[in-house]
């Protein structure tokens, strides 16, 4: 996978925090299986400057966060248990506008995730098939 914003290393973060936040395995595909990684850089690259330091800032406090519960290791260095509980503990930990911070990023995870098409088709939506019904139906009605 070719990246234009993110380092490897960002990048890793970010698929650690996305696993941990989504949970996907059994169920779903795995992050690593996704474009969920590809798609927060497509979201990055062609974002501000300054949103683009911030949120790269903001991935490096993801990984950090363990320290804020406890913890002496970072969030890539944790076993997969220990990751969920260090997060959930650092989501609820420190002041507001931490926990703010720290929602912004597990939305990103989640969009970036569940926008992949075969995680979406895993649940039961094709949005390909949605587009071509409506293009169907623009040629029937003879709507450019």
Avoid at 83 to 104: M, N, Q, T, V, Y
Avoid at 110 to 119: A, H
Wanted: net charge positive; aromatic share 8%; charged share 25%.
């Amino acid at each position: 996978m070719s990246l234009e914003s993110l380092s490897p290393r960002e990048a890793s973060i970010f698929a650690c925090a996305t696993d941990v936040i989504v949970c996907p395995e059994p169920l779903l595909p795995a992050v690593r299986d996704t474009d969920a990684v590809a798609a927060f850089d497509y979201w990055l690259t062609r974002s501000p400057a300054l949103n683009r330091a911030g949120l790269r800032g903001l991935l490096y406090a993801v990984e950090l966060s363990p320290w804020l519960a406890g913890e002496r290791r970072r969030l890539r260095q944790l076993g997969c248990a220990d990751r969920s509980e260090a997060l959930s503990r650092a989501e609820h930990a420190g002041p507001a506008l931490w926990r703010g911070l720290f929602k912004l990023v597990k939305g990103l995870c989640t969009l970036c995730y569940y926008g992949d098409p075969e995680v979406m088709r895993s649940l039961g939506y094709d949005a390909e098939a949605n587009a071509q019904r409506g293009r169907e139906l623009r040629a029937r009605e003879g709507r450019p």
